[in-house]
């Protein structure tokens, strides 16, 4: 059964640093997505992208962050100067459709700023 | 503003015995409620999803639009049931809103 896949699964940074998460989606999903979860906290939403776009993208999605879809399987989540409250889980996500449609989850990448 | 509340951070039940995890949620819109999972050591995952009406796993959720509320049940409890359990609420955009989760345990 395909999978979501995450790259790195852990990564340890320098406050300031700019960090590059990779995921790569299900072949055939249309819509990515990216959350993340601070240790002890809720799975929080960070953006969606579909078409080469991003459709929507919360409060904490802010500067720092940008999504890429490099090429036809990668899906990236940037942050470029990382903050100490960056460190959390982040996960990727992709469906085939929006509305009630299933989201298919990656393992996950453990992101620490020190 | 959405929410879902889930209030119950741990639940411990003993095994063949029912379990319900609670779920609550405020929107103004028409919502789409789901229940994921996440066994210990693997990702998270789909459980059901109201609008299919279904059983996965012994498992059912009805949507109970009066009281806001899309519970989680099993009649009777099994070790393999332990995990963190989250109901989340899809608004009309396609992005989900997560409660802060239940972690099951059955204990044998």
């Known amino acids: 059964e395909p999978e979501v896949t995450q790259t790195p699964s852990h990564q340890v940074t320098q406050m300031g640093q700019e960090v590059i998460l990779r995921c790569v989606p299900i072949?055939?999903?249309?819509?990515f997505y990216w959350y993340r979860q601070i240790l002890g906290q809720k799975v929080e939403f960070l953006v969606s992208f579909y078409n080469n776009e991003i459709s929507e993208k919360s409060e904490i999605f802010d500067d720092q962050f940008s999504v890429e879809r490099p090429d036809g399987s990668n899906f990236t989540l940037k942050i470029r100067s990382t903050k100490l409250e960056d460190s959390a889980m982040y996960f990727c996500?992709?469906?085939?459709?929006?509305?009630?449609?299933?989201?298919?989850f990656g393992p996950g990448t453990r992101l620490l700023v020190l | 503003a959405q929410r879902v509340t889930q209030p119950e951070k741990l639940l411990s039940v003993f095994k063949g015995a029912p379990v319900e995890l609670k779920c609550n949620y405020s929107?103004?819109?028409?919502?789409?409620l789901f229940w994921y999972v996440q066994y210990s050591r693997q990702r998270l995952q789909l459980l059901l999803r109201?609008?299919s009406r279904e059983s996965i796993k012994g498992f059912t959720a009805d949507l109970n639009k009066g009281e806001t509320s899309f519970h989680l049940k099993k009649p009777f409890a099994q070790e393999e049931d332990s995990a963190m359990y989250y109901c989340a609420l899809q608004t009309g955009a396609n992005n989900l809103f997560f409660g802060t989760g239940t972690r099951l345990t059955v204990i044998p």
């Open positions: 929107y103004s819109g028409s919502p789409e």
């Open positions: 072949s055939n999903h249309l819509y």
């Open positions: 109201h609008i």
């Open positions: 996500a992709s469906s085939e459709g929006t509305v009630a449609e299933t989201q298919y």
